[in-house]
């Protein structure tokens, strides 16, 4: 499946991308989403790889970014500027002021100081701001622990109590064109209920507020993906999440529903590889120390995160047990303890799996190391 001897060629630590499963990947995605009109855009901070926004964006997604940085990458990779939306708690006036000069399709905005600063950027600019409010919707941790930023508790979006007087402060601005409301309840979200969840809210909110017009809805993205078995599932159940909001969503007439999905459409596409550096005998243990860690893929230390390690150099039949750690100077630079995996030795080429979302762009140069490089299937 990997092309191995390529491999033994590059220079390690180095992310891999399977673009034939990428364009798998938007195939479905768009064969599930578009029959019911949904426009997705694609969430930039899960991987800005100018060669994978490049084919997102010939694909004839949008893309939704979180920073002026993001904006321009995705401008340079083809993304149409109405097609950019524009999230993030810290937007600060020269983003804001360059975003507007660059006319993106909304900004996704998430507090009243906020507000304000777009009205004035647009009032100096003489333009009007595309504004979609970002509700907390507040759905509840204790039966659904992995929801992480729709609680009210999380610095994520406006308050429900604040709703009234927000959407009342857009409509009354003559620099502000109110486009609709946007929610996004966490990440890595594999059972598909708490969507539902939201779908409920959404509604209530739509009869709430039903003299409002709001052209879109934007319910986010976090659809997860199989961490342990990414040859089970390559490609994510996009059928079942789409469907999910066609049937528990009501939708006013003409209402556009949006999506901002990151790791769902790169995540399975991507892995690290790395080389074994030495494999040390511990006390009662042995340690598979490879030459990329904490630095290249930071899940595992940030969040715990397990991704699938393969060694896909060794010839041998006999299995052993290794903690498979990195160079960095930490001891959270671990990715995985007790791995089960064939013999190992120095040299070997380990492959840690589903890497394509929050790794590389999370990559940092601690320790002076280098950023890791990418290669492309052909
Ligand atoms: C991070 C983020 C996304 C993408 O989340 P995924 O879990 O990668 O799909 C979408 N919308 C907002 C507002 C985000 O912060």
Redesign the pocket.
């Known amino acids: 499946m990997f092309p191995i001897d390529h491999f033994k060629q590059e220079p390690t630590p180095f992310y891999y991308y399977d673009i034939h499963l990428l364009d798998e990947t938007l195939r479905e995605m768009s064969e599930y989403s578009s029959p019911y009109g949904f426009h997705v855009h694609y969430?930039v901070?899960?991987n800005a790889n100018p060669e994978l926004l490049k084919r997102i964006a010939a694909a004839g997604f949008g893309a939704?970014t979180?920073s002026i940085g993001e904006i321009n990458a995705a401008i340079s990779a083809g993304f149409p500027a109405a097609k950019i939306v524009f999230?993030?708690v810290g937007k600060t006036d020269y983003e804001i002021s360059e975003a507007l000069k660059l006319g993106i399709g909304c900004f996704?905005a998430e507090s009243e100081p906020e507000i304000e600063r777009l009205e004035e950027n647009a009032r100096q600019q003489g333009k009007i701001a595309p504004v979609a409010l970002?509700v907390n919707p507040e759905i509840d941790a204790h039966t659904h622990h992995y929801i992480t930023?729709g609680l009210a508790e999380n610095k994520?979006g406006i308050a429900m109590e604040m709703l009234d007087h927000l959407i009342s402060k857009c409509m009354e601005s003559e620099w502000i064109n109110l486009r609709g409301l946007?929610f996004?309840i966490?990440?890595?979200?594999t059972d598909l209920e708490p969507f539902k969840i939201l779908c409920q809210r959404i509604n209530t909110l739509q009869e709430k507020y039903a003299d409002v017009a709001f052209p879109t809805i934007n319910v986010?993205?976090?659809?997860?993906i199989d961490y342990e078995n990414p040859d089970a599932h390559p490609v994510p159940d996009f059928k079942s999440y789409f469907d999910i909001f066609h049937n528990n969503l009501k939708l006013r007439p003409q209402q556009q529903l949006h999506f901002?999905?990151?790791?769902?459409v790169v995540a399975q596409c991507g892995s690290l590889v790395c080389r074994v550096v030495y494999v040390k005998e511990g006390v009662g243990k042995k340690f598979a120390i490879l030459d990329g860690g904490m630095s290249v893929l930071i899940r595992p230390a940030l969040y715990q995160a397990h991704h699938k390690i393969e060694n896909i150099t060794s010839k041998s039949e006999m299995t052993e047990t290794y903690d498979v750690v990195g160079p960095i100077c930490e001891s959270s630079d671990t990715f995985g303890t007790e791995e089960t995996l064939p013999k190992t030795s120095r040299g070997d080429l380990i492959v840690l799996r589903s890497a394509g979302?929050?790794g590389e762009t999370m990559a940092c140069g601690y320790n002076c190391r280098p950023l890791p490089s990418s290669v492309y299937s052909r």
């Open positions: 969430a901070k899960a939704d979180v999230a993030g996704n970002r930023t994520f946007h996004h966490g990440s890595q979200i986010g993205g976090g659809l997860g901002e999905l990151g790791r769902a979302a929050y």
